[in-house]
């Protein structure tokens, strides 16, 4: 056989059988989201796509819709089939939804900035720590706003928190409008001055983070 003809042949065959894989994938990861619903039968689904995440998963994502217990169809929600199993994105009043946001973001089905935040959640204490430490330079050690805010966005740039705003000019001012938010609080400045034994940072640090991430998936 001409090598030509032979190694068209063999091109055909390879994406013929990776063609046959990723339709296998998808058709399983339909299966595994139709079993979730009240009436699978009325299932449909759209924009359905596959991906690899940022750790080499493949991933499956898409928007389902199916009939309620009533009959009607409720619309189109979104959905990912990872290693973590199906997860369908209802209203955010649902006791699960936050969790469920958590595990579509860290799939990588909302997108690389979603997926990295959801893999790397001390970004979000790290944003609360260098806004703390702008407080207390204000606020404790007396530093200027200009000389204060200098020093945050440096910290800003080292814990490469560019994922939340990589304006670096609205990332500052974002910062300081924090700040001014603060000294407006006379107890609040008046907590942080007596905070001698670290209670009320530690607290901060606490609910900060925990706030940040919950309004960050809710708000996108």
Same mark, same amino acid.
């Given at each position: 056989m001409n090598k030509l003809i032979y190694f068209i042949i063999l091109n055909i065959l390879?994406?013929?059988?990776?063609?046959?894989?990723?339709?296998?994938?998808?058709?399983?990861?339909q299966s595994?989201?139709?079993?979730?619903? *009240? +009436?699978? #039968?009325?299932?449909?689904f759209q924009?359905?796509?596959?991906?690899?995440?940022?750790? =080499? !998963?493949?991933?499956v994502c898409g928007e389902v819709n199916a009939k309620n217990s009533y009959g009607g169809y409720v619309g189109y929600h979104?959905?990912?089939?990872?290693?973590?199993?199906?997860?369908?994105?209802?209203?955010? *009043? +649902?006791? #699960?939804?936050?969790?469920?946001?958590?595990?579509?973001?860290?799939?990588?089905?909302? =997108? !690389?900035?979603?997926?990295?935040?959801?893999?790397?959640k001390d970004m979000f204490k790290n944003y609360c720590l260098v806004a703390y430490d702008l407080f207390t330079d204000v606020i404790v050690n007396n530093k200027t706003n200009l000389d204060a805010i200098t020093y945050a966005m440096s910290n800003y740039q080292k814990y490469n928190l560019s994922v939340?705003?990589?304006?670096?000019?609205?990332?500052k001012t974002d910062l300081l409008a924090n700040l001014e938010q603060v000294l407006q609080s006379k107890?609040?400045?008046?907590?942080?001055?007596?905070?001698?034994?670290g209670m009320?940072?530690?607290?901060?640090?606490?609910?900060?983070?925990?706030?940040?991430?919950?309004k960050y998936i809710f708000e996108k």
């Open positions: 390879l994406i013929g059988s990776v063609y046959a894989e990723k339709n296998k994938f998808l058709n399983m990861a595994k989201v139709k079993q979730e619903m *009240k +009436d699978p #039968d009325s299932t449909k924009n359905l796509r596959e991906i690899k995440n940022s750790v =080499g !998963e493949s991933v979104l959905f990912s089939y990872s290693p973590d199993g199906v997860v369908i994105l209802n209203s955010p *009043k +649902d006791s #699960d939804y936050y969790r469920n946001k958590f595990i579509y973001d860290k799939s990588g089905c909302a =997108g !690389e900035k979603e997926e990295f935040l959801a893999r790397n939340f705003n990589n304006d670096l000019d609205k990332a107890e609040t400045v008046k907590k942080i001055k007596k905070d001698k034994n009320f940072k530690a607290q901060y640090m606490f609910i900060c983070p925990i706030s940040m991430e919950k």
